[in-house]
């Protein structure tokens, strides 16, 4: 109650950083992995990113409904047939397919839509949310990891992960085409050898306050010793340097045990279905 009886009203407190709703693991996990424009896409030849009603479509010279896709995953997004036209002229030129992804299992009436008119999954990986990174770096005496960033390091990279993913070495060329993608700010790859052989590899990228893991490889006659672990917690480490609190990404069933290990946790499923011809 102020002077002659007027109660005055207290000024609207304005929110502060505590008072901001938090990111759930979900949104972490979509808007990373998914909503938001990839760093590496420029280096891609031609990457390209539109954002359109909520759906955030990716393409690039990379083959496949896995590297050129339109992500749905908003509850209010367009329908298929609105989507379709905007889809089609946006993946044209894409000559191994495209897709469209969404939260599967999720209750989203796009995948009912694409189920009822025969879509069929070209992938369907968990996604994983870190939490909080362990500013620690993984390594050790018998392990040692180094930032890649010379083309030395580059190439060790793309034949490390060509072997261990068994693709054709021109694959690995397009992931990593230059040094310029390995020197950029917000991505980083890392190399770790033993007894002077390079027998492990992991990169990632940088959203804002997020690191999206990727990249992540051993050699098939060094698996089961931890390597793999060992510099992925390397990478996790030096994205704490450059700002990143948390981590995601999507993962291959045989890579699940290593991530749990580190601190992932699986948040939901990100699926993909190809485009039939006639889309």
Known sequence: MGRDGVTLLAAPKKPTGNDMPQPTDRDIAH??????EPPYLKHFAQGR?????????IASVLPGPGFNFASVLHGNAPALNELLPVAREFFAGCEQGWGILVEGDAGHPMEAELLARGWAVAEDEPAYVLREIDARAGGGPELVVRHARTERDATAYRTITAAAFQAPPE????MVPSL???LDPDIALFVGSVDGVDVTAAGYSRNGTTAVLWGVA???EYR???YGEAVSRAALAHAATRGCTNATLRSGPKSIPVYERIGFRYVCQHRTYAAPAEA
């Open 218 to 220: 051993t050699l098939e």
């Open 49 to 57: 990113f539109r954002e359109w009603r909520g759906v955030a479509l």
């Open 180 to 182: 310029e993608f390995a």
């Open 224 to 226: 089961g010793q931890r």
């Open 171 to 174: 694959m690995a060329e397009l």
């Open 31 to 36: 808007r990373s992995l998914c909503l938001a």
